[in-house]
């Protein structure tokens, strides 16, 4: 995503430059001064963007999540003091064990149920008893011991999962239901352990689902959480690019489920993020929003604001032309250095100084203007202070077809063009691979410019994305 952006800011700046150079041609050589140039009619402010919904479903791989739940739920119950015996009387005692085996889970809408079997054996004993003393020998009896099977039980277990607003997680875990396919009866002494035995394990289950909703509810993800917010209204750096800010407003989670093999969840950000070529960080960081399950399954509509100052575009643009050489009639010309500037008025100043074969220093000046309609650039009140034809050569070379003209004559970047271009670009960033076992896929469904405006200190742009884009996982992070 951070290369995605990057890609963005540079479709925002560079076609400002190819207009402002291409419309040279059909200008004249003037020395006018810039308060001279007709203005265009533009306002004097963009309109606030909507706020972005940014809504990904997030597909994980079961077999690892099974693996780990399998590694939580004991393994075996016994009773107290195993092997020995517990002595519940004076008269009797008995021992037991439960093995489980492998379960199988699904979850629909947070409701997390686990189907497993199992197997026991069991060993009792009776005596007879005066003043609370033993006076005879145990008459002892068992079941699933030594060459004996041991007895079945059926097991199903289930757990309501919520999220509350603080991030924080809540269960509510019980046993639905606990069938034994076996009897017991110990015939030495004509007495049917069975629902004794279901008793102690039903005892024995319940204990766990108490332990693990303590356990979870117990979580404390207040440190994980504030990191989150801090980078969240940090302004996140993109490189040669400035820094980008989230600015959530909302954050949104809906129900788990799991469907052939993988777990599968939507994941939602409210936001309004802003491109700046500003480093300034707010010392004040807001809290997270509370979290809630209000999921609108949307994909990508993301409403993106840029504010560059012009010491930054420059830069920009001296990263990306400075020293690049052209043919200009048979002569060798070499970009030494582009200034951009707000001049008032809406307007912008472009210098580009070069050397090689011809040496010299072109001032082009004018106010672009967005149609977000025909999605075309243009800068209609265009002037110069020297002949174009060697930037005619660079904004072709730059951009070929991309440049039209109207039916009046003039030039225009034709900026749908030049967007949908870009698209297998920007496309290819959506798909990628984030982390071993970690991966998104997406396509860009519509891309445009949506506002622009040239201010005395800083050009603002706006654009508008709509994309669908998931995350998979197909193993645990490494």
Request: net charge positive; aromatic share 8%; with cysteine.
């Amino acid at each position: 995503m951070v290369n995605n952006i990057r890609q963005r800011a540079i479709t925002l700046l560079v076609p400002i430059l190819a207009i402002t150079l291409y419309s040279c041609h059909s200008s004249k050589k003037i020395t006018a001064s810039p308060a001279s140039a007709q203005a265009a009619l533009v306002p004097d402010s963009l309109p606030p963007l909507p706020a972005s919904e940014i809504d990904i479903p997030l597909k994980v791989a079961g077999r690892p999540m099974m693996l780990i739940a399998d590694t939580v739920v004991p393994k075996e119950f016994t009773s107290e003091g195993w092997p020995s015996y517990l002595q519940t009387s004076c008269e009797f005692r008995y021992k037991y064990r439960f093995v489980r085996s492998g379960f199988n889970l699904s979850c629909t809408n947070n409701k997390i149920s686990l189907q497993m079997g199992g197997s026991y054996q069991v060993a009792g004993g009776r005596c007879l008893c005066a003043l609370g003393k033993p006076v005879s020998p145990w008459i002892s009896g068992n079941c699933g011991f030594g060459s004996e099977p041991m007895r079945k039980v059926d097991i199903n277990l289930s757990s309501q999962l919520t999220l509350l607003p603080n991030y924080k997680i809540r269960t509510a875990t019980r046993l639905d239901q606990l069938k034994a396919q076996d009897k017991c009866v110990m015939s030495m002494f004509s007495m049917d352990m069975t629902q004794m035995i279901l008793d102690s394990i039903r005892s024995s289950i319940n204990s766990f689902c108490l332990t693990l909703d303590q356990t979870l509810a117990g979580l404390d993800f207040t440190g994980y959480l504030h990191h989150s917010a801090i980078k969240a209204w940090q302004r996140m750096p993109l490189g040669p690019y400035g820094y980008l800010v989230t600015n959530p407003q909302a954050i949104r989670i809906g129900p788990l489920n799991y469907i052939q093999d993988t777990f599968r969840i939507n994941v939602g950000l409210t936001c309004k993020p802003q491109l700046t070529s500003e480093s300034n960080v707010s010392s004040v960081i807001p809290s997270l929003p509370p979290l809630s399950s209000n999921i609108k399954d949307n994909g990508l509509s993301l409403y993106l604001g840029a504010d560059y100052d012009y010491a930054f575009i420059s830069k920009l643009l001296n990263d990306s032309l400075k020293g690049r050489s052209f043919q200009v009639k048979g002569r060798t010309v070499i970009i030494k250095n582009l200034t951009l500037k707000g001049i008032g008025h809406h307007q912008v100043e472009l210098t580009v100084d070069f050397g090689g074969s011809r040496r010299g220093e072109v001032r082009l000046w004018g106010t672009p203007v967005l149609d977000p309609v025909k999605q075309a650039l243009t800068i209609p009140d265009i002037r110069y202070t020297l002949d174009g034809d060697m930037m005619i050569v660079i904004a072709r070379t730059f951009f070929k077809r991309k440049i039209r003209k109207n039916l009046q004559g003039g030039s225009y970047v034709d900026l749908a063009a030049l967007l949908k271009a870009n698209l297998p670009m920007l496309d290819a960033q959506l798909n990628r691979n984030l982390a071993p076992n970690l991966y998104t896929r997406g396509n860009i469904k519509e891309l445009r410019m949506v506002g622009l405006l040239a201010g005395d200190k800083s050009l603002q742009a706006q654009l508008f994305v709509r994309a669908d884009l998931s995350v998979t996982s197909t193993g645990l992070p490494k």
